[in-house]
T-cell receptor, first 113, second 112 residues
């Protein structure tokens, strides 16, 4: 079993829809939870970052963490064609050698105009 | 612009050839990382370096070696390339407790 599970999609929605992207994890030692957005043929870029359980909002994006269920979500309101990308969840763990990020497989999102 | 620079952007190798992927960051970050990205697999950590002079294995280190040349540069070497190493390689850097990693734009490697 992978440490981080993410449905690869693709997920296709009409413009203006609410999008829900999800990841589950198995390692209780994960301390920080992130969402990265990756456009085609580009490197991932940090979109959202959370530490504690609960919701964090940034414009049209809301990140949700439920540590008791080991489940994180990213919601996109009023989705736009420019939101079409691959969304990767990532979780950070501290080790004696430094910190490491473990990524989900990524969900491909297509927003149709 | 500040960030992570990777070279080359594209490379085709024959099986058995060797090459080094270069990575440099100008943000004075302590930690640097090499990931590979394959369809359906997400990003998998190959090697990382928490500080200058230290390196450690990640999830998929076999067939690779790394060198942390100085604080800015972290190179990845394939000694004898295999078709299974066809992938997109990303370098990243971070501060020890910074929120996220900054990624380069990637190197697309094909081994034939």
């Amino acid at each position: 079993q992978k440490e981080v599970e993410q449905d690869p999609g693709p997920l296709s929605v009409p413009e203006g829809a609410i999008v829900s992207l999800n990841c589950t994890y198995s390692n209780s030692a994960f301390q920080y939870f992130m969402w990265y957005r990756q456009y085609s043929r580009k490197g991932p870029e940090l979109l959202m970052y959370t530490y504690s359980s609960g919701n964090k909002e940034d414009g049209r994006f809301t990140a949700q963490v439920d540590k008791s269920s080991k489940y994180i979500s990213l919601f996109i309101r009023d989705s736009q064609p420019s939101d079409s990308a691959t969304y990767l969840c990532a979780m950070k763990i501290e080790t004696e050698y430094g910190n490491k990020l473990v990524f989900g497989a990524g969900t491909i999102l297509r927003v149709k105009s | 612009n500040a960030g992570v620079t990777q070279t080359p952007k594209f490379q085709v190798l024959k099986t058995g050839q060797s090459m080094t992927l270069q990575c440099a960051q100008d943000m004075n970050h302590n930690s640097m990382y090499w990931y590979r990205q394959d369809p359906g697999m997400g990003l998998r950590l190959i090697y990382y370096s928490a500080s200058e002079g230290t390196t450690d294995k990640g999830e998929v280190p076999n067939g690779y070696n790394v060198s942390r040349l100085n604080k800015r540069e972290f190179s990845l070497r394939l000694e004898s390339a295999a078709p299974s190493q066809t992938s997109v390689y990303f370098c990243a850097s971070s501060e020890d407790r910074e929120r996220g990693y900054t990624f380069g734009s990637g190197t697309r490697l094909t081994v034939v």
